[in-house]
């Protein structure tokens, strides 16, 4: 019977451990891919290869490790990712790299495949299982070289291609998008360049925060005033409030706090002695010097003869 209930717990805790990491992998993008890459960037051994980017979406780290990525649609398991790697484990909202140059030997990130510049590419993501669909996408034909197919923003539904104006950079393991300048700083800037705007936004924001504060404290005070007369009376055996009011049960004068908090303080901190009936005089030895002897500074008395 115990066997049989050892048994069932595995097969429960089998189940929920693949069903979080299901869960969690489903968080995953195919995020960047770059097909040509001429004068890009460089593998761990200095090659240049084409790469595709990986982009974990959640706000919590993910493990891509046991998961598989292909670039044929009848063979979902053709490439798959190493566990026990620990730069599978994806920081959240972060990215990890795979070159696909044909040559896993190489190591995690090397796939065992590549991508063809002349026809489109399909390149998809699999879980753990092999049959369910995180991720995927084809990339069309005609890439040029150093030119990336991107997502617009990391995870986001748009694609562009990257790399062929000015202002657009691929972005190997980083953000597809960078964001050069605060839009809401320069807002603010426009509407208040002085910054008494802000001060006053920022003074009215401690002061809030000050009276509320000093609300909450003062209820709370009381509270502890009415539970305290409340069970003085009913230790006194009283129910008429006014009879408790007249001799002023429950209240106290705010020297008596002062000498009980006073005293506690004093007990935690062992500020008194234990032998507190007990004088104890210790004998202090000092090095003897005339510089400092007090026989020299005596005025002596004449003597008669």
Same mark, same amino acid.
Request: overall charge neutral.
């Given at each position: 019977? @115990? ?7 595995? !097969? ?8 979080? /990491? ?5 968080? #995953? ?27 974990? %979406? ?5 493990? !891509?490790?046991?998961?598989? #990525? %292909? ?15 620990? #730069? %599978? ?29 002349? =026809? ?55 953000? @597809? =998008?960078?964001?050069?300048? @605060? ?39 009381? #509270? ?11 230790? /006194?055996? !009283?129910?008429? /409030?006014?009879?408790? =009011?007249? !001799? ?27 032998? @507190? ?7 202090? =030895? ?20």
């Amino acid at each position: 019977m @115990n066997k049989k209930r050892l048994g069932i717990f595995i !097969i429960l805790l089998a189940t929920f451990t693949l069903g979080v /990491h299901s869960q969690r992998a489903t968080s #995953l993008r195919i995020n960047e891919v770059l097909v040509i890459n001429e004068n890009n960037f460089q593998d761990d051994y200095g090659q240049q290869s084409a790469w595709i980017e990986i982009f974990n %979406t959640s706000f919590a780290s993910v493990n !891509i490790g046991g998961c598989f #990525l %292909t670039n044929d649609p009848d063979n979902p398991r053709k490439y798959p990712i190493p566990k026990g790697d620990v #730069l %599978t484990k994806i920081p959240p909202r972060q990215h990890v790299l795979f070159w696909a140059d044909g040559m896993p030997n190489r190591g995690t990130f090397h796939v065992n495949f590549t991508l063809d510049p002349t =026809k489109d590419n399909y390149i998809a993501l699999y879980d753990s299982n092999g049959k369910t669909l995180i991720d995927e996408i084809t990339v069309p034909a005609g890439q040029l070289a150093n030119q990336s197919y991107a997502r617009e923003e990391d995870g986001g539904d748009k694609w562009v291609v990257k790399g062929g104006a000015e202002n657009s950079y691929v972005t190997p393991s980083t953000n @597809n =998008k960078t964001i050069d300048t @605060n839009e809401k700083i320069e807002k603010f800037e426009q509407h208040d360049s002085s910054g008494i705007g802000m001060a006053i936004t920022a003074m009215t924001v401690v002061f809030s925060g000050l009276i509320l504060l000093y609300l909450i404290f003062k209820s709370i005070g009381k #509270l502890a005033v009415m539970m305290s007369k409340r069970n003085a009376m009913k230790v /006194h055996g !009283i129910t008429d /409030h006014k009879e408790a =009011k007249e !001799i002023g049960l429950g209240e106290r004068p705010g020297e008596i706090f002062a000498a009980i908090a006073m005293a506690m303080h004093e007990y935690q901190e062992d500020v008194h002695d234990v032998e @507190n009936t007990i004088l104890t005089i210790n004998r202090v =030895k000092r090095s003897y010097s005339p510089w400092s002897s007090k026989i020299y500074t005596l005025r002596e008395n004449p003597h008669k003869k």
